[in-house]
DNA sequence: AATGAATGAGGGTTCATTCAT
DNA sequence: GATGAATGAACCCTCATTCAT
């Protein structure tokens, strides 16, 4: 599975009722913002295209959000719903080996967020922190940090319950951030350039680096690991 | 050496000899080009700042760079390093084992561009990439695939000398570029913003991610490992 | 009775009748808009604004009046009191001295007009005009000629019946109207500005006007003239 | 002297040196945003006609005043001079009549106020105070008061020297600020758009109050008296 | 070459006005 | 009639770019 472009997404088909419209507007506006933040930087957008590809006037963007800061706020806000509490409790009650749990969090990740919409956040606000450091400040509280939290409580685990080697477990987690943040800044930058020719493979790549991750955590060689490692 | 805010580096050296400051004009304001899109983003900086950080009045920039766009392009040729060839030869030259290249090679990236102004550029490219495809497939020509190329010979030295397991040798290449990847983004984002609480170290982080990375490579536990991994 | 900030009147009545409320719809926006235009200017006023202040929607109020200056020239026509024969008529039958008929005036004058909504109207007029030239033109004919007439006329009875001196009568009639003028710009604008500390007392400022006119106008001490002047 | 629509005043002759004109820019921006702000309103002026009568573009104006409302700002303050001290020196050395003196303040007020371009300030102050509270307050604060304070120790001095009745001084005051006033907004308003048939002879006008004014004000008649009033 | 005053197209935002419900 | 969501022309302001000096 390549990755490729901006996933241009379903467009707005027939009209429907007009009471309908007002609770939908503010949803299809960041999505369409969310879109175009992603595809070519906030600056870049213009709030028209943004209105023109919700399928609205320029005044109606307006309507729902006072300024264009304010839209890209709502959009990374909107984008960042509270499920790490969900992930959480699915992780504390997960039952598996720790090898799993690692396996199972980098799958959900790419399933949840990396190759869905959502994973253009990621790219908008590691592009755009700097003009918005209220923001960074927001997103890394609500977002960098909790996701950490969860990780190094994996890796916790695993050491305690002796399936990891001991290890500096605040980096270490950075094992697993580092490549989903990686795929993500390529998948909307370099790879959407590219056209056919060098795409980046999303499972392939994923497997590599979990297969490798585990290689490295694990005191007994994982059991999906490929043969051959350090044994 | 945690880092932090966005390491301002060598700035407006003292005014050299009044006859060379004509040929130094166009790296001087390069030099303030790059530390600005790096620090708002492209559309966000100002022309007019640039030639101000530069010590020369608008109109001097136009002088030298006909619009906005070409000064941003030749920011990144400028910054492209071409020495990969060069680095190429010292890997071929190198005589120790295939763990040895891992460790060097990331340290030297980290000192040769990770720490410098140079690192910007990734997070630039990978910022702008879409509104400037030309230079996206330029940078993924000329930086992300000789890296690649580079990383790839290594472990195929490594798989081949025994010393690494075998391996999907393109995508476990990857292994090492995420690491240095998603430091550089962090550095100039989100690290950027946060106050001194909670700072990125830098060379913890590397070390890290060296370890587990080479405990997954070889296939006997790697010299400079930690103890009580998969044995 | 020191005038200050903009006296907000009787606003917003308790809902009468439904049945009633469609008839009186127009009167109620033409007070909404009165109030609104007077405070803060045509321009400055928002045609929703005085919808809200009327208690209807935006649309409402373009069903009874098409235009923003439509509603405008309304407003002006609206509380231009077509009652200057009705006034003429108090002063044609009007049996006491000249004198007498001055003070009357000045006193009806700023009971009915100066001291109500009215008298925003000139404030509006005079900021407006230059905007709405057949507004003014109309104003002229409606308002400004007929006081001034009416004025000339006191006046010349007075000095008819030897109670005034001879007199350029058509700009002596200024004397009256200028200071009704003055006292209800300032009113509306400065007034409204000031705190507390500066205010403009109303009946003082019209008693000192009056006392020094009359004593200008009369041939015999005027009767309620302060002591002491040329006598 | 009838007086009617806004003097179109000198515009921009022979294009003089580059330097020349930085100097001049801000004087010839006033000067078309005070005719244009007196004309039409502050709302009503839309940026790009104050710089196109200025004979500059759009751009240029903002070059000079960041805001219109910095520029609306500017242009009273550009017109308030603090010529106050200036005319209170002149009529602390005055050595006439105290009806000298009024007569002289009145003439000498039209002269430099009322026949100039200044007195569009009046009207553009007491039209646009309640959008700009704080010039409004800065604007009673360094003209209304110091000018009332003037006028009032012309008065006092006449009472003390026994040529003036005793009098409300604070209040009487008014009866010579009022005529002006009134005599400006009509000059701006009404006057600007009835063409010639009802003008206003601002030099009649002035006329008619002095005299009623002073034989309000004097204990003897004054000196430059009509004949036959309240001897 | 260097300057910086001037330009004007472009984009964010407002708000009078329309019209489907 | 009444509503208020939607429209889009208009306007303020920015800033890349030009060019007279």
Redesign the pocket.
């Known amino acids: 599975m390549p990755i490729a472009a901006g996933t241009p997404a379903d467009q707005a088909p027939v009209q429907p009722?007009?009471?309908r419209?007002?609770e939908a507007?503010p949803r299809e506006l960041l999505a369409a913002a969310l879109d175009l933040f992603v595809e070519k930087g906030f600056a870049a957008?213009?709030?028209?295209e943004v209105a023109a590809r919700a399928g609205?006037?320029?005044?109606?963007l307006?309507?729902y959000f006072?300024?264009?800061?304010e839209l890209f706020k709502a959009v990374v806000r909107e984008n960042i719903s509270g499920r790490f509490s969900e992930w959480n409790d699915e992780f504390l009650s997960f039952d598996g080996s720790s090898e799993e749990m690692v396996r199972y969090c980098l799958k959900v990740w790419w399933e949840r967020i990396g190759e869905t919409r959502a994973s253009g956040i990621t790219k908008l606000m590691l592009s755009e922190a700097q003009n918005f450091p209220d923001l960074a400040a927001f997103y890394h509280q609500e977002v960098v940090q909790p996701g950490q939290e969860l990780i190094c409580r994996i890796l916790q685990r695993g050491v305690e319950r002796g399936e990891f080697r001991p290890m500096d477990v605040e980096y270490a987690a950075y094992g697993l951030t580092a490549p989903m943040v990686f795929l993500t800044m390529m998948k909307h930058s370099l790879c959407a350039c590219m056209p056919k020719d060098t795409p980046l493979d999303a499972e392939r790549f994923i497997a590599a680096q979990t297969d490798n991750l585990l290689l490295g955590l694990c005191i007994r060689p994982p059991a999906g690991a490929p043969a051959g490692s350090a044994s």
């Open positions: 009722k007009r009471e419209r007002k507007r957008t213009r709030s028209e609205v006037s320029k005044g109606t307006f309507l006072p300024t264009k800061e």
